[in-house]
């Protein structure tokens, strides 16, 4: 709220308030339960990305209070003052905390989030020196450095997340890639409303656009916080690869025989638990064996386990379709399958069914 024309208008003041309210409700409802309110899937989102963010939808609904006090009954007649001061409270609690938000999505490690609180140090000390020297222009400096610091965390968190896709494709098989591109999309998101708040300079359409920004970010990112599975993996398991048979052996008796890698949703740390071997010991025996990772074990198994469905299905004249038999092997999603059958088969599904209908053909014709 940077111009008195907004305060006078009811229909902003509505709007407004309606922010506040639902930045609160969000804050207390994802404190309150663990469900989810946007899909029929029972999975838990991380306890720890709902605190952060239930923090950092408080601080917006805090935000909406000072603002709104400091516009109409603090400082209301000093305007460069209560700017700098509600700039600064703003920077040094909306931003660290959608910052923490942001990077406990990424489930791989706990990346510390005190560098960023102390990069909003300076924050503090400019808004102090502002207020004493009374320098008007101290929200624009104090922009500028916010800036810089956003636009670092920015690439930060774009590395970051490169990491963590590495870290889903090692471990678990089935995960479809929303647990990336809806991360990138949330900072894309927090990046344009954090724009149009620290260019809005008090244009009455600029604050309805603050507002409804501000009620479209909230709505993502509630969506993504929802929607993100917990990944937290249990303790690893102790080694203890029995009788000297080795991991391969217990593999194909755990695993293989028993057809494991078919269920959906299997894990590293579900194979690990399966096979009594811990989770860094079995990546590594991967690694050793050819396979690279847990995620190019399953996914061989299970394209051949197709082939052998897609074969029998061709010689006994059953109707089927690729999907359905694919859906058989553990696969929800047609694109994954089809791209982990050509790393597998080295060509594309298509021209590897037209090329076995052919052979198959060929076997049954009179000589």
Request: charged share 15%.
């Amino acid at each position: 709220m940077y111009g008195n024309n907004s305060i006078q208008d009811p229909y902003f003041m509505l709007l407004y308030g309606l922010t506040m309210m639902l930045a609160l409700g969000t804050a207390v409802y994802l404190l309150w339960r663990r469900g989810n309110a946007f899909t029929s899937d029972e999975a838990e989102s991380p306890v720890i990305l709902r605190r952060w963010a239930a923090a950092f939808f408080a601080a917006a609904a805090l935000s909406h209070v000072w603002w709104l006090l400091l516009s109409t009954v603090w400082m209301t007649g000093d305007k460069p003052m209560r700017d700098t001061t509600a700039v600064a409270l703003d920077y040094l609690t909306l931003i660290p905390l959608m910052m923490a938000t942001l990077l406990r999505m990424l489930q791989d490690r706990q990346r510390p989030v005190w560098p960023w609180i102390v990069a909003e140090i300076p924050v503090a000390a400019l808004a102090l020196a502002g207020i004493i020297i009374r320098y008007d222009a101290m929200p624009y400096v104090m922009t500028a450095y916010q800036l810089v610091v956003v636009v670092v965390f920015v690439a930060y968190y774009i590395m970051a997340v490169r990491q963590y896709s590495l870290w889903l494709l090692a471990g678990f098989a089935d995960l479809e890639r929303k647990e990336v591109w809806q991360s990138l999309v949330i900072i894309v998101a927090i990046f344009v409303t954090y724009s149009v708040y620290s260019t809005n300079a008090g244009e009455l359409y600029r604050e309805y656009m603050a507002q409804v920004v501000s009620i479209l970010i909230f709505i993502i990112l509630l969506w993504r916080v929802e929607t993100l599975h917990d990944l937290s993996m249990p303790s690893p398991q102790p080694l203890h690869v029995a009788d000297g048979t080795g991991v391969a052996h217990l593999l194909r008796e755990r695993c293989e025989e028993p057809e494991l890698y078919l269920h959906h949703g299997l894990t590293l740390a579900d194979l690990s638990a399966a096979v009594g071997i811990s989770r860094g010991a079995l990546s590594e025996w991967f690694i050793e064996h050819g396979d690279r990772n847990f995620n190019g074990y399953i996914h061989r198994l299970r394209i051949d386990h197709f082939v052998r469905l897609y074969g029998e299905a061709v010689r006994d004249g059953r109707p089927f379709t690729v999907f359905s038999l694919a859906r058989q092997c553990g696969y929800r999603n047609y694109l994954r399958f089809s791209t982990a059958f050509r790393r597998r088969m080295d060509c594309s599904l298509t021209s590897w069914t037209k090329r076995y209908t052919l052979s198959a053909i060929g076997e049954h014709l009179p000589d």
